[in-house]
């Protein structure tokens, strides 16, 4: 039986925004089979193509703005439960889309970043990202042309929000993987840590499929997390 009094850790992938239409990377016909990974999501990508890599996540924000995109229930169901929580709570995600806070997630951390700001990589200077992105923008703060990104943690970058993340596994009790294969680290290393440091704490992983870290959970609910997460969420 869940107890709600205990600490919660979730943490989503691309899976859960699956449901609502946003494609997911390592899937059949998914991002990675479409882009490589080092033409855009690395710091060496950009230097090289800038323009391709700022047209791989204005496609992505236009996709996210589309008026059909909305939260799914596994969203939705991640939001509830947090409203009714009464230990401490986080979700962490993987994913840079906003579905969780549509929902009324509150307690976010998205660790690879979001397509909401962009910044300058000559002198930091942050922007709401509501433009296209563009190799000729110039930055308002230092007159350099061509140096906004979008504000995502690409590979060989440091993810955000690590100290936090890794405080609240060490007061773990209950812990959700939902809609990610598990591959990308550290995110990917979060239930490893949790077996070697934390013996007691509940492991259940929301997946269609099994993963190749299925066998470190207490239990894997295979299904669209529509549905497992409904279930599980209701049950408690
Ligand atoms: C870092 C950017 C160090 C934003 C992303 C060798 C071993 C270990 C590690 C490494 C290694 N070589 C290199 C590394 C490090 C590297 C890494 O892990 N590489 C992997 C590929 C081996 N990691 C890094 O570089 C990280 N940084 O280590 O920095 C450092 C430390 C200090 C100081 C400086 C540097 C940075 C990683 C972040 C990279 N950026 N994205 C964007 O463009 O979106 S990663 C990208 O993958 C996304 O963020 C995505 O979220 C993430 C993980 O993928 P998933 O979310 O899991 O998606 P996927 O498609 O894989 O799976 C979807 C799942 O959903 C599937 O399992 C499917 O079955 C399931 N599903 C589908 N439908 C449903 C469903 N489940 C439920 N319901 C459904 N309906």
Known sequence: MIDIKKNIFILTGAGVSKESGIETFREKDGLWDNFRIEDVCTIEAFIKNPQFVNDFYN????????LKVKPNPAHEKIANLENKWQGEFLLVTQNIDNLHEKAGSKKIIHMHGTLEHA????????????????????CKRCNSKGQVRVDVVWFGEQPKGLDLIYNFLNKTDIFLSVGTSNNVYPAAGFIDYLNKTNRKAELYEFNIDKTN????????????????????VSSI
């Open 59 to 66: 496609q992505r924000k236009k996709k996210m703005n589309d």
């Open 119 to 138: 910044y300058c990589m000559n002198c930091n200077e942050k922007y709401k990202l509501d433009f296209e992105l563009n190799v000729d923008f110039i």
């Open 213 to 232: 870290k299925s066998e470190l959970f207490t239990k894997s609910f295979i299904g669209p997390a529509s549905e497992t997460l409904k279930k599980f």
